[in-house]
């Protein structure tokens, strides 16, 4: 079953008397649980790709569906909720909240929903992303990996149906992106969750189930393959 | 070292800096053009205000002079007059009372007669307005309007025939009353509310007074410098040789008070000029703050701190240059034609061009004060901009974060704008120091001018609103004009909340030495002493009958009572006064102090026009109280009044003969209420009456001027209050708008940022009110106190702060999510890609 779909998505930018075509027409089928992962050069759109598939951004025409709902035609504060209860995101550079700890940082999302964190749950993120002995320290405090892996568990948090990061490993070195990558997956499986992942770096990708390639706002491998079932 | 040519690329750089940030520049524009218009337009207003003010209470004294000397002879006149500190010496003496003008009787309307220099610098400029001359002939006379309208002439002409019965104050005459047709050649206003006028050299010739007869001579003398101690005054004592009489009326006070007003004055400055500096300075930190990332950058790529700081201190330049000007000018605007305009819709009568006192100074002061906070403000950011190294400039968030692990379990939205209130400690103590100082700086402001409002004024000096006397009270054939009817009939107009009844007979009181000898020795030796203390005391043993020595049986209602019994701080036993058990004595004197051993004393006396005129009665004093207290005007002898229960006079009196009413309106001021009172007495020629309302009528001009000098004040520094809010919250939430799009792309809704937003511009507010009164209360009572010229007591004007309290306060909740509305509408996207620019 197809959890994420996108219909001939577009995001064209006006440049002055240039127009610049960020997506044309990508179509994308992600199923129930999988993860993948996007590829593509510097400029090929892959994180516009994401961000309208989390809704951060308004496509020009094109629909994007998650769970059964078309989210391009949802209101600002219908969006947010449904963003914050089914999708997670993991940015390249954290987006941490400074004035708050691991831990607020971590629940924040719960309670933005009005409900009271299920602590057994959050301790076992905490736990195995090894932030334990973090849980009451500053954003400031931590390193990058750190940070990072505080993220992913903010991403958790609220059980999303879906993980949308971007370049989660982008600032961390080899060895820490291997932890955060392997944290990522080993979550997913044991979640049910679906994680879509950019990424520039083909060494990371091969860790998904399915690679997709990018090039030009353009869909150049991978991208239908579960489009007939679908149908 | 070589020297670099890099002035201009630092320029160069600077203008590019500047071009790009529009929103943030009009933003320290605008925060340098509100303190210039805010420093600009409060010292003109303030300076126009106080001038005002001044010139009111010199109009209330009736004459413009430091000090004055009592019956002053030629000799010591000359001697005055050529003494280095003193500018100039009027001379006025008093010659003559008026006593009817055709058939209706007056209160006492004294003249004067003033030498050039007493009227022309020492009268007039306490005058509202004059017309017509001094009198030069003999039989001209000038009045105040408030004795023409008393005469029941509201519209004088000059040249009419002014029929008067009147006697002169010449030490012999005693006080034969002459017929004389003056010719009115002149008219004035003050608002002195006494009945005066003033008569010719020639007619105060013919009076026979002389200006050192006693009591009736007075010279006026203004100081070059009007601050004097007691030790300038002693020495102008020693020099003039005074008679055992003569004294010198000063106030030893005028340094103290004049420094408590200038600490009061500089107090309020410093808060205004305080409040202008954190404005300018909160806004350049923000700015700085949201630029360092920016400057981190610039200096990876090879800028010193000292070029940087010469861009945080270029751009603060192009900044004053269009802020001060554009402040200046709409200051000059508002003080030059919008007040002035103002005052003439409100009061078309008005000459409106000099009311405010835009003098260049004012402006001056206003922009070089800007300018130069405006560059102490830049020392700090461009110390930051300087200090930081490019990593941590690269790193900067606007928060002081904490260093040690904090083991909290927030995160709620409630939480969340707790925190973020505290989230930079220096803004916050910054935002609620200038936010606490504006409203502080209104609540002085708003007591000064409560304190100074005439209608408050007049209700602190004035126990009634309309007082009815009857003028024949002392006659022989005395009539009861103020009847039990036309009080009841004044009692039932509506709008009237109570009349208070004062009575009053002849009482003699026999030579009592036990109840009255310490205070009689005391009277007669001091400066008013009657004559000869064994003389008179021997007469008086003799004939206590004779009027010399009988004194006044005064009744008062129970209304009548509360005033007097408040007026000694409540000790007196409303019973045993109600019962005629006690009874109230009144000083001859008002500067009397002290009681004499009279109260507990029982005194005998009896009442001549009684049921029982030979009967003696007794009764036990309570206490002695000075002429302010009694409620009664007319004077008897020397023998201290005595004040009684009405019911305890009817008992002895029978019919008592109503001396005054005092009428008390529901609502003070009322004009309708005035007229139908006034209607029940008409043209009753022997009824004089004195009114609160027309009293303040005469004190219209000056009263528009400082109401809407002062409420416009008022209004100016409520409006900075709240702009200066308003620029710190919109450049504060521009500044986070990075983090507002984080919390939104983990699921913050618009509703909850909003939430979350009101609930810091609540804590902002209720923060700052608190701090305001704690702070703003005891300052407004200091500069209350300092600047009380009237005496009344401190109150504070909650209506208007209450207005300013709940406007801040739906303005700390409407304005944060409004700038939120309006900027934070890019794409989530967007915003967390553009960070921290705007």
Same mark, same amino acid.
């Given at each position: 079953?197809?959890?994420?779909?996108?219909?001939?998505?577009?995001?064209?930018?006006?440049?002055?008397?240039?127009?610049?075509?960020?997506?044309?027409?990508?179509?994308?089928?992600?199923?129930?649980?999988?993860?993948?992962?996007?590829?593509?050069?510097?400029?090929?759109?892959?994180?516009?790709?994401?961000?309208?598939?989390?809704?951060?951004?308004?496509?020009?025409?094109?629909?994007?569906?998650?769970?059964?709902?078309?989210?391009?035609?949802?209101?600002?504060?219908?969006?947010?909720?449904?963003?914050?209860?089914?999708?997670?995101?993991?940015?390249?550079?954290?987006?941490?909240?400074?004035?708050?700890?691991?831990?607020?940082?971590?629940?924040?999302?719960? $309670?933005?929903?009005?409900? $009271?964190?299920?602590?057994?749950?959050?301790?076992?993120?905490?736990?195995?992303?090894?932030?334990?002995?973090?849980?009451?320290?500053?954003?400031?405090?931590?390193?990058?990996?750190?940070?990072?892996?505080?993220?992913?568990?903010?991403?958790?948090?609220?059980?999303?149906?879906?993980?949308?990061?971007?370049?989660?490993?982008?600032?961390?070195?080899?060895?820490?992106?291997?932890?955060?990558?392997?944290?990522?997956?080993?979550?997913?499986?044991?979640?049910?969750?679906?994680?879509?992942?950019?990424?520039?770096?083909?060494?990371?990708?091969?860790?998904?189930?399915?690679?997709?390639?990018?090039?030009?706002?353009?869909?150049?491998?991978?991208?239908?393959?579960?489009?007939?079932?679908?149908? | 070292?070589?020297?670099?040519?890099?002035?201009?690329?630092?320029?160069?750089?600077?203008?590019?800096?500047?071009?790009?940030?529009?929103?943030?520049?009009?933003?320290?524009?605008?925060?340098?053009?509100?303190?210039?218009?805010?420093?600009?337009?409060?010292?003109?207003?303030?300076?126009?205000?106080?001038?005002?003010?001044?010139?009111?209470?010199?109009?209330?004294?009736?004459?413009?002079?430091?000090?004055?000397?009592?019956?002053?002879?030629?000799?010591?006149?000359?001697?005055?007059?050529?003494?280095?500190?003193?500018?100039?010496?009027?001379?006025?003496?008093? #010659?003559?009372?008026?006593?009817?003008?055709?058939?209706?009787?007056?209160?006492?309307?004294?003249?004067?007669?003033?030498?050039?220099?007493?009227?022309?610098?020492?009268?007039?400029?306490?005058?509202?307005?004059?017309?017509? !001359?001094?009198?030069?002939?003999?039989?001209?006379?000038?009045?105040?309007? =408030?004795? @023409? !309208?008393?005469?029941?002439?509201?519209?004088?002409?000059?040249?009419?025939?002014?029929?008067?019965?009147?006697?002169?104050?010449?030490?012999?005459?005693?006080?034969?009353?002459?017929?004389?047709?003056? &010719?009115?050649?002149?008219?004035?206003?003050?608002?002195? *509310?006494?009945?005066?006028?003033?008569?010719?050299?020639?007619?105060?010739?013919?009076?026979?007074? !002389?200006?050192?007869?006693?009591?009736?001579?007075?010279?006026?003398?203004?100081?070059?410098?009007?601050?004097?101690?007691?030790?300038?005054?002693?020495?102008?004592?020693? %020099?003039?040789?005074?008679?055992?009489?003569?004294?010198?009326?000063? /106030?030893?006070?005028?340094?103290?008070?004049?420094?408590?007003?200038?600490?009061?004055?500089?107090?309020?400055?410093?808060?205004?000029?305080?409040?202008?500096?954190?404005?300018?300075?909160?806004?350049?930190?923000?700015?700085?703050?949201? /630029?360092?990332?920016?400057?981190?950058?610039?200096?990876?790529?090879?800028?010193?701190?000292?070029?940087?700081?010469?861009?945080?201190?270029?751009?603060?330049?192009?900044?004053?240059?269009?802020?001060?000007? @554009?402040?200046?000018?709409?200051?000059?605007?508002?003080?030059?034609?919008?007040?002035?305009?103002?005052?003439?819709?409100?009061?078309?009568?008005?000459?409106?061009?000099?009311?405010?006192?835009?003098?260049?100074?004012?402006?001056?002061?206003?922009?070089?004060?800007?300018?130069?906070?405006?560059?102490?403000? #830049?020392?700090?950011?461009?110390?930051?901009? *300087?200090?930081?190294?490019?990593?941590?400039?690269?790193? =900067?968030?606007?928060?002081? #974060?904490?260093?040690?692990?904090?083991?909290?379990?927030?995160?709620?939205?409630?939480?969340?704008?707790?925190?973020?209130?505290?989230?930079?400690?220096?803004?916050?103590?910054?935002?609620? &120091?200038?936010?606490?100082?504006?409203?502080?700086?209104?609540?002085?402001?708003?007591?000064?001018?409560?304190?100074?409002?005439?209608?408050?004024?007049?209700?602190? &000096?004035?126990?009634?609103?309309?007082?009815?006397?009857?003028?024949?009270?002392?006659?022989?054939?005395?009539?009861?004009?103020?009847?039990?009817?036309?009080?009841?009939?004044?009692?039932?107009?509506?709008?009237?909340?109570?009349?208070?009844?004062?009575?009053?007979? %002849?009482?003699?009181?026999?030579?009592?030495?036990?109840?009255?000898?310490?205070?009689?020795?005391?009277? =007669?030796?001091?400066?008013?002493?009657?004559?000869?203390?064994?003389?008179?005391?021997?007469?008086?043993?003799?004939?206590?009958?004779?009027?010399?020595?009988?004194?006044?049986?005064?009744?008062?209602?129970?209304?009548?009572? *509360?005033? @007097?019994?408040?007026?000694?701080?409540?000790?007196?036993?409303?019973?045993?006064?109600?019962?005629?058990?006690?009874?109230?004595?009144?000083?001859?004197?008002?500067?009397?102090?002290?009681?004499?051993?009279?109260?507990?004393?029982?005194?005998?006396?009896?009442?001549?026009?009684?049921?029982?005129?030979? %009967?003696?009665?007794?009764?036990?004093?309570?206490?002695?109280?000075?002429?302010?207290?009694?409620?009664?005007?007319?004077?008897?002898?020397?023998?201290?009044?005595?004040?009684?229960?009405?019911?305890?006079?009817?008992?002895?009196?029978?019919?008592?003969?109503?001396?005054?009413?005092?009428?008390?309106?529901?609502?003070?001021?009322?004009?309708?209420?005035?007229?139908?009172?006034?209607?029940?007495?008409?043209?009753?020629?022997?009824?004089?009456? %004195?009114?609160?309302?027309?009293?303040?009528?005469?004190?219209?001009?000056?009263?528009?001027?400082?109401?809407?000098?002062?409420?416009?004040?008022?209004?100016?520094?409520?409006?900075?209050?709240?702009?200066?809010?308003?620029?710190?919250?919109?450049?504060?939430?521009?500044?986070?708008?990075?983090?507002?799009?984080?919390?939104?792309?983990?699921?913050?809704?618009?509703?909850?940022?909003? !939430?979350?937003?009101?609930?810091? *511009?609540?804590?902002?507010?209720?923060?700052?009110?608190?701090?305001?009164?704690?702070?703003?209360?005891?300052?407004?009572?200091?500069?209350? /106190?300092?600047?009380?010229?009237?005496?009344?007591?401190?109150?504070?004007?909650?209506?208007?702060?209450?207005?300013?309290?709940?406007?801040?306060?739906? @303005?700390?909740?409407?304005?944060?999510?409004?700038?939120?509305?309006?900027?934070?509408?890019?794409?989530?996207?967007?915003?967390?890609?553009?960070?921290?620019?705007?």
């Amino acid at each position: 079953m197809n959890i994420l779909t996108t219909e001939n998505l577009k995001k064209h930018y006006d440049m002055g008397e240039i127009q610049v075509k960020a997506l044309d027409g990508i179509n994308l089928f992600v199923r129930e649980g999988e993860f993948l992962a996007i590829v593509g050069t510097s400029g090929s759109g892959k994180s516009t790709l994401l961000h309208m598939l989390g809704g951060l951004d308004i496509p020009t025409s094109g629909r994007v569906v998650v769970d059964g709902k078309d989210i391009s035609k949802m209101a600002k504060d219908e969006l947010t909720i449904f963003r914050r209860r089914k999708i997670g995101f993991v940015f390249q550079n954290y987006n941490l909240l400074p004035l708050m700890n691991v831990y607020e940082n971590i629940v924040l999302p719960i $309670k933005l929903d009005g409900l $009271k964190p299920d602590q057994d749950y959050v301790e076992q993120i905490i736990t195995l992303l090894g932030l334990k002995e973090k849980k009451y320290a500053m954003p400031g405090q931590l390193s990058g990996g750190q940070q990072q892996r505080v993220a992913l568990a903010r991403a958790l948090a609220t059980k999303p149906a879906i993980i949308l990061a971007d370049e989660p490993t982008g600032n961390l070195d080899s060895r820490t992106s291997q932890d955060v990558l392997g944290l990522m997956k080993t979550t997913g499986q044991r979640f049910g969750q679906t994680i879509v992942m950019i990424t520039h770096n083909d060494e990371i990708a091969q860790m998904a189930e399915r690679i997709i390639r990018l090039e030009d706002g353009k869909i150049c491998g991978g991208g239908d393959r579960y489009a007939e079932s679908e149908e | 070292m070589l020297k670099v040519k890099n002035k201009k690329v630092v320029s160069e750089i600077a203008r590019t800096t500047y071009r790009a940030n529009k929103k943030r520049n009009f933003l320290m524009v605008f925060a340098i053009f509100l303190t210039t218009f805010l420093i600009a337009i409060v010292l003109a207003l303030g300076v126009s205000y106080w001038n005002t003010v001044s010139e009111r209470q010199i109009r209330m004294q009736g004459m413009d002079y430091d000090i004055e000397l009592s019956e002053p002879r030629d000799d010591q006149i000359e001697k005055i007059r050529s003494m280095d500190n003193v500018e100039y010496v009027g001379v006025a003496v008093k #010659c003559a009372m008026i006593e009817q003008y055709q058939d209706k009787s007056l209160d006492k309307t004294r003249l004067y007669w003033l030498d050039e220099t007493c009227w022309e610098r020492q009268t007039i400029p306490a005058l509202e307005g004059y017309e017509g !001359k001094y009198p030069q002939d003999e039989n001209e006379i000038m009045l105040s309007k =408030y004795t @023409l !309208k008393a005469m029941g002439i509201p519209k004088p002409e000059i040249g009419m025939k002014l029929p008067v019965t009147y006697f002169t104050l010449e030490e012999s005459s005693d006080e034969e009353l002459l017929k004389k047709e003056f &010719t009115l050649c002149g008219w004035y206003t003050d608002y002195s *509310g006494s009945h005066r006028g003033y008569v010719s050299k020639d007619f105060f010739g013919k009076t026979g007074v !002389k200006q050192t007869d006693f009591t009736q001579g007075a010279l006026k003398i203004t100081l070059k410098n009007p601050l004097y101690s007691e030790k300038d005054i002693t020495a102008m004592q020693n %020099e003039i040789n005074m008679d055992q009489n003569q004294y010198i009326d000063a /106030d030893t006070d005028t340094i103290s008070n004049f420094c408590k007003i200038v600490i009061g004055l500089v107090v309020m400055l410093l808060m205004i000029f305080v409040s202008g500096y954190l404005f300018i300075y909160n806004t350049l930190y923000i700015s700085v703050s949201k /630029d360092i990332r920016y400057y981190g950058q610039l200096k990876t790529v090879g800028m010193t701190s000292v070029q940087l700081k010469r861009m945080v201190y270029q751009q603060a330049v192009w900044n004053a240059v269009a802020g001060i000007p @554009l402040g200046l000018a709409a200051a000059f605007m508002i003080a030059k034609i919008v007040i002035p305009q103002l005052l003439q819709i409100i009061n078309p009568v008005f000459s409106a061009s000099d009311v405010v006192s835009a003098k260049i100074w004012v402006f001056l002061t206003a922009g070089c004060f800007a300018f130069f906070t405006n560059w102490i403000s #830049c020392q700090k950011p461009a110390k930051m901009v *300087g200090e930081c190294s490019p990593i941590e400039a690269l790193r =900067y968030t606007a928060c002081t #974060c904490r260093k040690n692990n904090y083991k909290r379990e927030g995160g709620g939205v409630y939480s969340m704008a707790l925190q973020n209130m505290f989230r930079d400690k220096k803004q916050a103590v910054v935002i609620l &120091t200038s936010f606490t100082i504006a409203i502080s700086i209104f609540l002085v402001v708003n007591v000064i001018i409560h304190e100074n409002d005439a209608k408050r004024i007049l209700n602190e &000096t004035y126990t009634y609103d309309m007082q009815f006397k009857n003028e024949t009270t002392l006659d022989d054939d005395k009539k009861q004009i103020i009847t039990e009817d036309r009080i009841s009939q004044i009692e039932q107009i509506n709008g009237v909340k109570n009349v208070r009844k004062v009575t009053s007979a %002849e009482v003699v009181v026999p030579y009592q030495e036990e109840v009255y000898g310490e205070y009689y020795k005391e009277l =007669y030796q001091s400066r008013y002493s009657p004559g000869n203390y064994e003389e008179d005391m021997e007469l008086y043993q003799k004939e206590p009958e004779n009027a010399y020595f009988t004194s006044r049986f005064i009744s008062v209602d129970e209304e009548g009572f *509360g005033l @007097l019994n408040e007026s000694i701080g409540n000790t007196l036993d409303k019973k045993a006064f109600e019962d005629g058990k006690i009874a109230v004595a009144v000083k001859f004197l008002s500067f009397m102090e002290g009681d004499y051993g009279i109260p507990g004393k029982t005194i005998r006396f009896s009442l001549p026009d009684g049921k029982e005129p030979a %009967e003696e009665y007794s009764i036990q004093i309570a206490a002695a109280v000075d002429n302010r207290s009694n409620p009664a005007v007319f004077a008897g002898g020397i023998t201290p009044d005595l004040i009684v229960s009405e019911k305890y006079a009817k008992k002895l009196m029978g019919e008592l003969f109503t001396e005054l009413i005092d009428v008390q309106y529901e609502d003070a001021f009322s004009k309708g209420t005035e007229e139908k009172v006034k209607a029940v007495f008409g043209d009753e020629q022997q009824i004089s009456h %004195e009114s609160k309302l027309e009293r303040y009528a005469d004190m219209k001009n000056s009263e528009t001027t400082v109401k809407v000098l002062g409420n416009s004040i008022g209004f100016i520094i409520a409006m900075l209050a709240v702009l200066n809010y308003l620029n710190m919250m919109a450049a504060g939430v521009q500044n986070r708008s990075k983090e507002f799009a984080t919390l939104e792309s983990i699921g913050m809704t618009t509703k909850q940022a909003k !939430k979350m937003l009101r609930m810091e *511009g609540i804590g902002y507010a209720v923060i700052s009110t608190i701090i305001s009164f704690i702070v703003g209360l005891p300052i407004s009572y200091a500069v209350f /106190d300092a600047m009380n010229l009237y005496r009344i007591s401190f109150s504070v004007p909650w209506g208007s702060n209450l207005i300013l309290l709940g406007v801040t306060l739906v @303005l700390c909740m409407v304005v944060p999510v409004f700038i939120y509305q309006k900027t934070q509408n890019a794409s989530i996207i967007k915003r967390l890609q553009n960070g921290d620019t705007i």
